[in-house]
């Protein structure tokens, strides 16, 4: 009897915490999210995933307010995912801008080799 009392406890209490556990998790992300390599991004999508899984299987036993908790978090993982995508891209374009006048360079000596290049006396 008093293990069963122990186990109900111990998954009560696991309930009772996921709140808290998204709340914790989405923090750390956000701290670190800066310097977060695509393998970190990889575990921590990992490690939201399963506490998703975890709150919709036991959705109907968290009670408004810890629901409303959770969905926060949530969305404010959502946002660092995609403001963490959003500086990816923008990385990404900036990297390309920087390479535009060598790629010019390349293209034009490509063209004189053709003897396409143009008039460039002004």
Do not use: H
Request: charged content about 25%.
């Amino acid at each position: 009897m008093m293990l069963a009392a122990v186990a109900v406890l111990s998954l009560t209490s696991c309930k009772e915490t996921l709140p808290k556990r998204f709340d914790s998790f989405v923090d750390k992300v956000e701290k670190n999210a800066d310097s977060f390599t695509e393998a970190d991004w990889n575990d921590a999508n990992a490690k939201f995933e399963k506490l998703v899984d975890e709150f919709q299987q036991n959705k109907d036993s968290y009670t408004s307010e810890e629901k409303k908790q959770v969905n926060a978090a949530i969305g404010k993982y959502l946002g660092l995912v995609t403001k963490s995508g959003i500086n990816t891209a923008i990385d990404a374009v900036n990297g390309f801008i920087n390479q535009i006048p060598s790629l010019f360079e390349g293209i034009g000596g490509f063209l004189k080799g053709l003897g396409l290049e143009g008039d460039t006396e002004d």
